[in-house]
């Protein structure tokens, strides 16, 4: 029995890998997820499988048990979460799976999942635009890490590079530790989002730079070009992302018609970006007129595990002397209500408030530390630039 | 016992949820792929799975069945296959999987597989260089297909958008018809090849245009953006690619800085793209001096169940009246020896050459209806162009 079991097996893998061939006929006869009214549904086929669940973002990657039908599709329905960009995988005997039905698929560091939008309210603002700015995959020399290193850059719709009159002012966009340069262009939909807000006349037209802020990767790791140490290594730690500007405003500056001076420069981020940002805003007050720090580990340590964040041991004068730093447009600081770093970045919110800093702004949202408070704070932090 | 075999399946599948989050701590635990001087090896944690195989492109994805360890590991060694850049899936109880150890995934299509690149010998075009060029992610707007479109742009090292002097040739590279634009830049290796081969002085710096040549596609669909109609009716046939002319060209030089007749311009593509290569070459002489058609299975048509290819029926002259079409630098034709369209591309080639044709190139490599063998053809096509 076990043996024909398995010989059954076999055949189906076999079956599998001349289907590939054949995936886009395949794709058509599983419809998944497929969005009702007031329902999704997801479905899966595997007709030798003995347990299929799917988890997804918006249940906190609990699995939900799918069910088995004559068909040998799985099926899972459930009541439509909010609108949102949600993630999603199936597990199959234990296994993660992509939905071979679902071609929407982002990577958030070292792992794919599936994605699927639920339109309409917030996630509008993720919809694509009728006039869409462009993504650019640029390398370029970091002597601070010896490396020929990549980074993205947004450029609005209306740059057109053969008009040399126009100068644009840059965000500088920072990813977390699992990410790298790849994470706010996909998971961030920070093109969308830019895009209709730009067009809608509530943000100004930018450039967003996004660097990749793991100083041992050399690119998006989908290249297959390999890391310098082991991936694991990302803790560039929230201090030392000295690249950016060492490198990467200079080279910028180089080779956009940006605007070259501290109004027309922000920098933000997200997690450890965040606690980047905070470095790198506070030692370059010349540089930088704006910061946006989300979710950051560094000022909510405490509650994660680390060091408490003692601001002004780490920016000397940052609470004794605050005429010295208090030349900021905006500070922005926000975090998800169900993210325990939440404490100490309120907690620093009050302590620049004591210290009558301006252009303070909080915001939270809820969700825990996650993507969909980060797509958030993009999009009203860019409100607030330069104005 | 079934209840007990569910019960402990589905609180794998809980924890495979939560290892989720810790995927980078995971992907540490197992090496996968592994490579050592004379082998390969698999790897895929699996402790509840029936049967695993792997299925690789180098053995045409034919299922090779894995062997479980005690620690539950699942693992499959094979001898090194030369050098070239593979593709790869693992089948878990008869479903496609990714390897989670691997971060190197590459689309064709509707379909994800991981990818392993064996360095040395002919690899080495497809290794990343010092001096990486750009690729820019371009959205313009399509009169012919009544939308906003994306096209890849990838600019060589060399350019810079500062100097107004310089212009560069461009080469239209169209993918095939599971494909979209990002085919070229992801599975094609398009980036690596020219930098490379550019670096080596072995190809003019150049310009090299990816759109989408599926008019039903908005974009390359992992943004969510739904698709026209079904992703199965891509059949644009390989006759009505009239955007190229219309919309593309006229948009490259109005955008770039590069070469505005036809010495500066060539358009190749592969199988679909190499039949839309063919009409667009042959119906616009005054266009572009050199074309690319790499396994084409309009000119192969026979071999794959389709009307025997009538060039002189289907271009009026194209055999008649040689002199009116014979104006190429370079008319590049080539196939994969297992690939079936190979005699019908053979007899296109035998009948230019009796007619007179000049600039007529042939070349044939081991291999199917794959891109080992397109991206060796992008390879030597670029290094004739533009003398």
């Known amino acids: 029995m076990k043996r024909i079991l398995c010989l059954l097996l076999l055949l189906a893998g076999l079956a599998a890998g001349a289907q590939e061939m ?34 997804a973002s918006w249940m906190g990657y609990r699995s939900e048990p799918m069910k088995q039908g004559p068909d040998g599709i799985w099926t899972w329905t459930a009541p439509l979460p909010e609108p949102e960009l949600y993630t999603y995988t199936f597990q199959v005997d234990g296994v993660t799976v992509l939905d071979p039905a679902n071609v929407f698929v982002v990577r958030d560091g070292a792992r794919y999942m599936n994605a699927v939008l639920i339109p309409g309210g917030y996630a509008d603002a993720y919809a694509q635009s009728a006039a869409p700015g462009n993504l650019e995959q640029v390398w370029y020399h970091s002597a601070e890490n010896d490396m020929v290193r990549r980074l993205y850059v947004y450029t609005p719709a209306c740059y057109d590079r053969n008009d040399k009159k126009t100068k644009y002012p840059v965000l500088y966009l920072l990813h977390g530790g699992g990410g790298d340069e790849d994470a706010w262009a996909t998971l961030g939909r920070t ?84 606690g980047q940002s905070f470095f790198i805003a506070f030692r370059n007050v010349d540089l930088f007129s704006s910061v946006g720090i989300f979710s950051s580990g560094l ?78 704070n993009l999009a009203s932090f860019v409100q607030l630039l330069f104005k």
Chains 1, 2 share one sequence.
Request: aromatic share 10%; charged share 20%; with cysteine.
């Open 191 to 274: 093109c969308q989002i830019l895009d209709n807000l730009i067009a809608q006349g509530k943000a100004k037209p930018m450039f967003v730079v996004m660097p990749n802020g793991n100083p041992n990767q050399y690119a998006a790791q989908t290249l297959g070009i390999p890391v310098k140490t082991d991936i694991r290594q990302y803790a560039s730690g929230f201090d030392n992302y000295s690249s950016l500007t060492a490198d990467i405003v200079p080279f910028i500056e180089k080779t956009y018609p940006v605007i070259k001076n501290r109004k027309g420069r922000a920098v933000a981020g997200l997690s450890m970006g965040g």
């Open 299 to 376: 000022i909510g340590a405490n509650a994660i595990g680390g060091a408490p964040f003692d601001g002004e041991a780490i920016i000397p004068g940052l609470y004794s002397q605050p005429a010295k730093f208090n030349r900021f447009d905006v500070i922005y600081l926000s975090c998800g209500e169900e993210d325990n770093r939440i404490d100490g970045m309120k907690d620093f919110k009050a302590k620049l408030d004591g210290k009558g800093y301006k252009g303070v702004v909080w915001e939270q949202y809820p969700g825990g530390h996650e993507w969909k408070v980060w797509r958030r």
């Open 22 to 55: 054949n995936s886009l006929q395949f794709r058509a006869r599983v419809v998944s997820p497929e969005l009702s009214q007031d329902a999704v549904t997801f479905r899966f086929a595997a007709p030798k499988a003995r347990i299929v669940s799917v988890s």
